[in-house]
């Protein structure tokens, strides 16, 4: 019989605890059976800032460190220029990368540093509970925007890709989406792509999945796909921005 | 032994070069030395300035209220300095931009650095004619080793070579 | 033995961190540390080091962590505000127990303050590095040449003790020239890529580096944390038996003691020879350690024989004067000199102190 599916070797024996309908772990998934493929699993090293992420290496293989909000891209610029052969993914909130990581997010990418950030742009912070995130939409309520996000109060959502695809040194910059088999058979293809740019050609390269938080959005899981789809692509388009 | 110098004047004229020159032959010398320059803010009002000692033993403050020789270069200089030569200690002013110096108690000793400078060959050669006329004037350190710090610190080029020669033997002589 | 050559102390430091090691550099400018950016920039390329000159002093030090996680002696270099901004990496740090170097030229104030010579980021290191009150070693040389012998050993000390390890400079220090010999190189080898914090080279077995210890035997991460930092406590206790380091000055007759580190100390001696010179039997203890701060000596003093003890500080209010007082018996009268800003401490307003102590004479 033909294995057509399996679970990928790179992740551990243990489940990830997130919650129904969280993309973390589709995410993760997608970057263990790239790292079997592209036969990184002992060197690909994954850094994690502060956020859903903090405690996601009991789940896969990967060495991994953390860091503080917002300054995994620093961190890891430090190990990245030390020990140029080790494959890096950054994996980062949109609160990490887009608020309180902002000046290393951008300068990281500047530099050109040879390392893959994933930024998983689920529209709150996660983490704490769902307040507002840089990439909040308009209107919609968290926490701390129990109305709604007013752009008269807290101006307007942050689109990432955007702002890394308009600085030279990277070379691959796109936003996919998690919320349809499609769309994450095409984010697989953009991280392997962005990898192999690293491993090749030492290259920056940015994906931006478009991510699901039900729990914080206050939906039931079934209903993701129509949520991203009506509310969330039309702020945050997907496709290919740079290379 | 323990000597301390002050020197001021205004930023292009090579103060800060020439208490480095100082300081490279104490240690020449085999003195415990100290260099200390001021910066940032202490820069204000037109006046660069640094101090220096040397001891035969380990140097405590690397500053002093009151110094063995006040080196000014310029007026400014000269009106925030004058007070700061301890009694029987020497002031070497440039006569080129101060005139009449007065202080009481301490040793004056002029030249006028524009007129040395030309004579030497080139106009910024005047802290190098200094630096001649203060270490032929204190003995603090032997003019071999004044010399020797000359050539190795700004000897590099033969045309400064001998221009540097020139003040310092100038410097030297107006000590006499 | 060749004679020594004058450098200039920011300078003279970079150049023995390199020889001992330091392969990694990331700093932001900033007035008095800035030579210290601009020298390191051209040296560690001849080496084929690293050097990246931060967009923060946030990312400057963050990036320290990232280095030492791939096993390069690593060091930054601040002053000032830009301390500030480093204690969040100053905890992560301390908490991951990942060694470093960290030199904090001090400048005078707080806020933006001025760019001369001080000594009042001495609490903010010495007590905890950054929130969570952990420990790293804390030294306060007062000569080029001890800035130098600290920072030549401050890897080795680092990396035994898995900690971060401050130097406290301060602007006149950094800014003034003396005489040093300039170390050989050291040779480091391979083996540091195996040790237990490090992300190899190639490729490895999986290890996770966490800047918090949660891993440890109990099923919560209380406990953990419990378990791991009374661990790290241990060490700090153990420092304070084998990394203590001071000079006694002229301590034999003394009946009056001054007690100061760096520039406030060396200031000092000047006043005390001054002093000695109209019959003052005065001598000094000079912590060179700041933490461990060497209490032993201080508790030594003995309200028989001393009749004074003068804490000479640049910093307004006292910070360091607290630490000594608390180990200092309470029948010796004890003083405080202190300037703060960037103002240094004085030697004839310190000889008049003790003159004052002595009988008013
Ligand atoms: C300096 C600092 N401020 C605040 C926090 C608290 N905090 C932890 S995670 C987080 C938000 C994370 O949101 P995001 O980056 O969007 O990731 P997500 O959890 O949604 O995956 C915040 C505010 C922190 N850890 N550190």
Same mark, same amino acid.
């Given at each position: 019989?033909?294995?057509?599916?399996?679970?990928?070797?790179?992740?551990?024996?243990?489940?990830?605890?997130?919650?129904?309908?969280?993309?973390?772990?589709?995410?993760?998934?997608?970057?263990?059976?790239?790292?079997?493929?592209?036969?990184?699993?002992?060197?690909?090293?994954?850094?994690?800032?502060?956020?859903?992420?903090?405690?996601?290496? #009991? *789940?896969?293989? *990967?060495?991994?460190?953390?860091?503080?909000?917002?300054?995994?891209?620093?961190?890891?610029?430090? *190990?990245?220029?030390?020990?140029?052969?080790?494959?890096?993914?950054?994996?980062?909130?949109?609160?990490?990368?887009?608020?309180?990581?902002?000046?290393?997010?951008?300068?990281?990418?500047?530099?050109?540093?040879?390392?893959?950030?994933?930024?998983?742009?689920?529209?709150?912070?996660?983490?704490?509970?769902?307040?507002?995130? #840089?990439?909040?939409?308009?209107?919609?309520?968290?926490?701390?925007? #129990?109305?709604?996000?007013?752009?008269?109060?807290?101006?307007?959502?942050?689109?990432?890709?955007?702002?890394?695809?308009?600085?030279?040194?990277?070379?691959?910059?796109?936003?996919?989406?998690?919320?349809?088999?499609?769309?994450?058979?095409?984010?697989?293809?953009?991280?392997?792509?962005?990898?192999?740019?690293?491993?090749?050609?030492?290259?920056?390269?940015?994906?931006?999945?478009?991510?699901?938080? #039900?729990?914080?959005?206050?939906?039931?899981?079934?209903?993701?796909?129509?949520?991203?789809?009506?509310?969330?692509?039309?702020?945050?388009?997907?496709?290919?921005?740079?290379? | 032994?323990?000597?301390?110098?002050?020197?001021?004047?205004?930023?292009?004229?090579?103060?800060?070069?020439?208490? $480095?020159?100082?300081?490279?032959?104490?240690?020449?010398?085999?003195?415990?030395?100290?260099?200390?320059?001021? %910066?940032?803010?202490?820069?204000?009002?037109?006046?660069?300035?640094?101090?220096?000692?040397?001891?035969? =033993?380990?140097?405590?403050?690397? =500053?002093?209220?009151?110094?063995?020789?006040?080196?000014?270069?310029?007026?400014?200089?000269?009106?925030?300095?004058?007070?700061? $030569?301890?009694?029987?200690?020497?002031?070497?002013?440039?006569?080129?931009?101060? =005139?009449?110096?007065?202080?009481?108690?301490?040793?004056?000793?002029?030249?006028?650095?524009? =007129?040395?400078?030309?004579?030497?060959?080139?106009?910024?050669?005047?802290?190098?004619?200094? %630096?001649?006329?203060?270490?032929?004037?204190?003995?603090?350190?032997?003019?071999?080793?004044?010399?020797? $710090?000359?050539?190795?610190?700004?000897?590099?080029?033969?045309?400064?070579?001998?221009?540097?020669?020139?003040?310092?033997?100038?410097?030297?002589?107006?000590?006499? | 033995?060749?004679?020594?050559?004058?450098?200039?102390?920011?300078?003279?430091?970079?150049?023995?961190?390199?020889?001992?090691?330091?392969?990694?550099?990331?700093?932001?400018?900033?007035? !008095?540390?800035?030579?210290?950016?601009?020298?390191?920039?051209?040296?560690?390329?001849?080496?084929?080091?690293?050097?990246?000159?931060?967009?923060?002093?946030?990312? &400057?030090?963050?990036?320290?962590?990232?280095?030492?996680?791939?096993?390069?002696? +690593?060091?930054? +270099?601040?002053?000032?505000?830009?301390?500030?901004?480093?204690?969040?990496?100053?905890?992560?740090?301390?908490?991951?127990?990942?060694?470093?170097?960290?030199?904090?030229?001090?400048?005078?104030?707080?806020?933006?303050?001025?760019?001369? @010579?001080?000594?009042?980021?001495?609490?903010?290191?010495?007590?905890?590095?950054?929130?969570?009150?952990?420990?790293?070693?804390?030294?306060?040389?007062?000569?080029?040449?001890?800035?130098?012998?600290?920072?030549?050993?401050?890897?080795?000390?680092?990396?035994?003790?898995?900690?971060?390890?401050?130097?406290?400079?301060?602007?006149?220090?950094?800014?003034?020239?003396?005489?040093?010999?300039?170390?050989?190189?050291?040779?480091?080898?391979?083996?540091?890529?195996?040790?237990?914090?490090?992300?190899?080279?190639?490729?490895?077995?999986?290890?996770?580096?966490?800047?918090?210890?949660? &891993?440890?035997?109990?099923?919560?991460?209380?406990?953990?944390?419990?378990?791991?930092?009374?661990?790290?406590?241990?060490?700090?206790?153990?420092?304070?038996?084998?990394?203590?380091?001071?000079?006694?000055?002229?301590?034999?007759?003394?009946?009056?003691?001054?007690?100061?580190?760096?520039?406030?100390?060396?200031?000092?001696?000047? +006043?005390?020879?001054?002093?000695?010179?109209?019959?003052?039997?005065? @001598?000094?203890?000079?912590?060179?350690?700041?933490?461990?701060?060497?209490?032993? !000596?201080?508790?030594?003093?003995? &309200?028989?024989?001393?009749?004074?003890?003068?804490?000479?500080?640049?910093?307004?209010?006292?910070?360091?004067?607290?630490?000594?007082? +608390?180990?200092?018996?309470?029948?010796?009268?004890?003083?405080?000199?202190?300037?703060?800003?960037?103002?240094?401490?004085?030697?004839?307003?310190?000889?008049?102190?003790?003159?004052?102590?002595?009988?008013?004479?």
């Amino acid at each position: 019989m033909d294995v057509v599916y399996k679970r990928s070797g790179a992740l551990s024996d243990v489940s990830t605890t997130y919650c129904p309908g969280c993309s973390h772990g589709t995410a993760f998934k997608l970057i263990a059976e790239i790292s079997e493929e592209l036969d990184i699993v002992n060197k690909l090293v994954f850094a994690t800032p502060i956020g859903c992420t903090t405690f996601s290496a #009991p *789940f896969h293989k *990967f060495s991994t460190f953390m860091s503080a909000h917002g300054r995994a891209p620093a961190n890891a610029t430090g *190990f990245k220029r030390c020990n140029p052969k080790r494959p890096v993914i950054v994996y980062q909130g949109d609160g990490d990368c887009a608020a309180i990581g902002t000046g290393e997010s951008i300068h990281a990418a500047a530099r050109g540093e040879a390392f893959t950030v994933v930024m998983a742009n689920n529209q709150v912070y996660g983490m704490t509970g769902g307040q507002m995130a #840089p990439t909040t939409l308009t209107g919609q309520k968290t926490t701390t925007t #129990p109305n709604g996000r007013s752009v008269e109060v807290t101006g307007y959502p942050i689109r990432m890709a955007e702002q890394i695809a308009q600085l030279e040194a990277p070379r691959f910059v796109t936003r996919q989406s998690l919320h349809t088999p499609k769309n994450i058979l095409q984010a697989k293809a953009a991280i392997k792509k962005a990898l192999e740019l690293q491993i090749n050609e030492g290259a920056y390269s940015f994906v931006e999945l478009l991510c699901a938080c #039900p729990t914080n959005w206050g939906i039931d899981p079934s209903g993701i796909k129509e949520y991203i789809e009506k509310n969330v692509i039309p702020y945050f388009p997907l496709g290919d921005l740079k290379g | 032994m323990e000597k301390s110098y002050l020197f001021a004047g205004s930023g292009g004229q090579g103060v800060q070069t020439l208490g $480095v020159l100082v300081a490279h032959a104490s240690n020449e010398e085999g003195h415990f030395t100290t260099f200390l320059p001021a %910066y940032g803010g202490e820069m204000r009002g037109g006046t660069s300035n640094c101090t220096i000692k040397m001891a035969d =033993e380990e140097i405590g403050s690397p =500053e002093e209220k009151l110094y063995d020789n006040v080196i000014v270069l310029n007026k400014p200089s000269y009106d925030r300095f004058k007070g700061r $030569v301890k009694k029987g200690g020497n002031l070497f002013i440039n006569t080129a931009l101060i =005139e009449d110096a007065q202080a009481d108690g301490v040793n004056i000793i002029s030249i006028n650095l524009s =007129e040395a400078a030309k004579e030497a060959g080139s106009d910024k050669a005047l802290n190098i004619v200094m %630096y001649g006329l203060v270490l032929a004037h204190t003995k603090d350190i032997s003019l071999e080793n004044a010399e020797k $710090v000359l050539n190795d610190k700004l000897g590099k080029k033969e045309q400064f070579r001998a221009v540097n020669k020139k003040a310092f033997d100038i410097g030297v002589n107006a000590s006499k | 033995m060749a004679k020594k050559e004058l450098w200039k102390g920011n300078e003279a430091m970079s150049e023995t961190a390199l020889r001992a090691g330091c392969r990694f550099f990331s700093g932001y400018p900033i007035t !008095p540390q800035t030579p210290i950016t601009e020298y390191l920039a051209w040296r560690l390329a001849e080496v084929d080091g690293v050097f990246i000159q931060a967009e923060s002093e946030l990312a &400057a030090a963050t990036m320290l962590l990232g280095a030492s996680i791939a096993g390069t002696r +690593a060091l930054t +270099a601040t002053a000032g505000p830009g301390l500030s901004l480093m204690t969040e990496s100053l905890s992560c740090l301390a908490s991951g127990r990942l060694p470093a170097v960290i030199v904090d030229v001090q400048r005078g104030g707080a806020a933006t303050g001025n760019l001369q @010579g001080a000594q009042s980021d001495y609490n903010m290191v010495t007590k905890t590095l950054g929130h969570g009150g952990l420990k790293g070693l804390v030294y306060g040389p007062s000569t080029v040449e001890e800035l130098c012998d600290i920072i030549y050993d401050a890897w080795d000390k680092a990396e035994k003790y898995r900690t971060p390890v401050f130097i406290l400079s301060d602007a006149s220090l950094g800014q003034m020239m003396e005489p040093v010999d300039i170390k050989p190189f050291k040779q480091l080898d391979e083996s540091r890529f195996d040790l237990p914090y490090v992300i190899g080279r190639e490729q490895s077995e999986k290890k996770v580096i966490q800047d918090t210890p949660y &891993a440890g035997p109990y099923n919560t991460m209380s406990e953990n944390l419990d378990y791991n930092y009374r661990k790290y406590n241990e060490v700090y206790e153990k420092w304070k038996e084998d990394e203590v380091l001071y000079e006694e000055y002229m301590m034999d007759d003394a009946e009056y003691v001054i007690i100061g580190w760096g520039m406030a100390a060396r200031i000092s001696k000047s +006043a005390i020879r001054n002093l000695r010179k109209k019959g003052i039997k005065v @001598g000094m203890i000079r912590p060179i350690s700041l933490f461990p701060l060497p209490e032993k !000596p201080l508790n030594a003093l003995d &309200a028989k024989k001393i009749k004074g003890v003068l804490v000479v500080e640049m910093a307004i209010p006292a910070l360091f004067y607290y630490d000594v007082k +608390a180990q200092i018996d309470k029948n010796i009268p004890i003083k405080a000199n202190l300037h703060c800003g960037g103002y240094l401490s004085q030697v004839d307003e310190i000889e008049e102190d003790i003159m004052k102590m002595a009988g008013g004479k």
